[in-house]
């Protein structure tokens, strides 16, 4: 053998064996140099949803000091009329006080966007047991309970997301949190997405089907068929049962026969993800 058909095999070995060790972007599948989390396009993507989300929190943490000044304003204007024996005004005062206490404060942030990223890569036993503790309380078979149940095991998974970030619990207990908040008990099927995308992102490999249950509530809650499509497509590509598979592609074949995720394809090739339009709701096709 020749010196130049040596080079050649050992570039040959050297490309096989980077092709094998590349990962993918858990987002697009898209193959990624060694060591990377994600592609390029997908980490753009998510830096720019992080700035926007912070300065959502800017804007939101605002108004909420702002509404907490206006209160204490109106309680020292009570004292005020109440030293002066102003009754009329104290009166008045009151039912503001009253009407605004009464009124309907949204919550435009929740705890979990102010999560830092989430790996599940170290055990940590303190975490581990809550896990188990949590799981054993949401999914007890009594009923009647289930209400206090969920509140019960809902602290407990939140302590691990928030304590131990970076546990092996965190992608199961990001699981069990989108389970909660997607019952009826709970009723938040937004935010159960983006528990269940947490699960997913801190552990592709995770034994929960999380982005089949993120295709699921988008489809069937939120009527977001694009979002809808791109976890039906990453189910049907990295489901954890063939079941979930095949009902992920059946999904997704109807969805594309309305156009919608028609850029993702169940062939060997990997292709381009179209990027979702934000509030999408159609009728359910």
Same mark, same amino acid.
């Given at each position: 053998?020749?010196?130049?058909?040596?080079?050649? *095999?050992?570039?040959?070995?050297?490309?096989?064996?980077?092709?094998?060790?590349?990962?993918?972007?858990?987002?697009?599948?898209?193959?990624?140099?060694?060591?990377?989390?994600?592609?390029?396009?997908?980490?753009?993507?998510?830096?720019?949803?992080?700035?926007?989300?912070?300065?959502?929190?800017?804007?939101?943490?605002?108004?909420?000091?702002?509404?907490?000044?206006?209160?204490?304003?109106?309680?020292?204007?009570? /004292?005020?009329?109440?030293?002066?024996?102003?009754?009329?005004?104290?009166?008045?005062?009151?039912?503001?006080?009253?009407?605004?206490?009464?009124?309907?404060?949204?919550?435009?942030?929740?705890?979990?966007?102010?999560?830092?990223?989430?790996?599940?890569?170290?055990?940590?036993?303190?975490?581990?047991?809550?896990?188990?503790?949590?799981?054993?309380?949401?999914?007890? +078979?009594?009923?009647?309970?289930?209400?206090?149940?969920?509140?019960?095991?809902?602290?407990?998974?939140?302590? +691990?997301? +928030?304590?131990?970030?970076? *546990?092996?619990? @965190?992608?199961?207990?990001?699981?069990?949190?989108?389970? +909660?908040? *997607?019952?009826?008990?709970?009723?938040?099927?937004?935010?159960?997405?983006?528990?269940?995308?947490?699960?997913?992102?801190?552990?592709?490999?995770?034994?929960?089907?999380?982005?089949?249950?993120?295709?699921?509530?988008?489809?069937?809650?939120? *009527?977001?068929?694009?979002?809808?499509?791109?976890?039906?497509?990453?189910?049907?590509?990295?489901?954890?049962?063939?079941?979930?598979?095949?009902?992920?592609?059946?999904?997704?074949?109807?969805?594309?026969?309305?156009?919608?995720? /028609?850029?993702?394809?169940?062939?060997?090739?990997?292709?381009?993800?179209? @990027?979702?339009?934000?509030?999408?709701?159609?009728?359910?096709?």
């Amino acid at each position: 053998m020749t010196w130049r058909k040596v080079v050649a *095999s050992l570039c040959a070995a050297l490309l096989v064996c980077a092709v094998s060790c590349a990962a993918v972007c858990p987002l697009c599948l898209q193959q990624i140099p060694d060591g990377e989390r994600y592609c390029a396009r997908c980490k753009a993507q998510m830096l720019a949803e992080k700035l926007t989300s912070g300065e959502e929190q800017k804007l939101a943490d605002d108004a909420m000091r702002a509404r907490a000044a206006y209160e204490a304003k109106l309680a020292a204007l009570e /004292t005020y009329y109440e030293s002066r024996g102003n009754a009329e005004r104290l009166i008045q005062v009151r039912k503001e006080r009253k009407d605004e206490a009464e009124s309907r404060h949204f919550e435009y942030v929740h705890w979990e966007d102010r999560l830092p990223e989430l790996s599940a890569t170290n055990e940590v036993p303190e975490a581990t047991g809550l896990l188990k503790e949590a799981d054993a309380t949401r999914t007890a +078979i009594n009923p009647f309970n289930r209400g206090d149940r969920y509140k019960q095991a809902a602290v407990q998974y939140q302590q +691990i997301l +928030i304590k131990y970030p970076n *546990s092996t619990a @965190v992608d199961s207990a990001a699981f069990g949190l989108g389970e +909660i908040y *997607s019952s009826s008990v709970v009723g938040e099927p937004a935010r159960a997405v983006k528990l269940y995308k947490l699960a997913y992102l801190a552990n592709p490999e995770t034994r929960n089907d999380a982005v089949y249950r993120a295709a699921q509530v988008c489809d069937n809650d939120l *009527s977001e068929y694009e979002h809808a499509a791109h976890y039906y497509w990453l189910a049907a590509k990295q489901g954890k049962s063939l079941l979930t598979r095949k009902e992920a592609a059946f999904r997704l074949g109807q969805l594309q026969k309305k156009d919608f995720g /028609t850029s993702y394809s169940l062939d060997e090739r990997t292709p381009e993800p179209a @990027v979702a339009p934000a509030n999408a709701k159609p009728p359910r096709p």
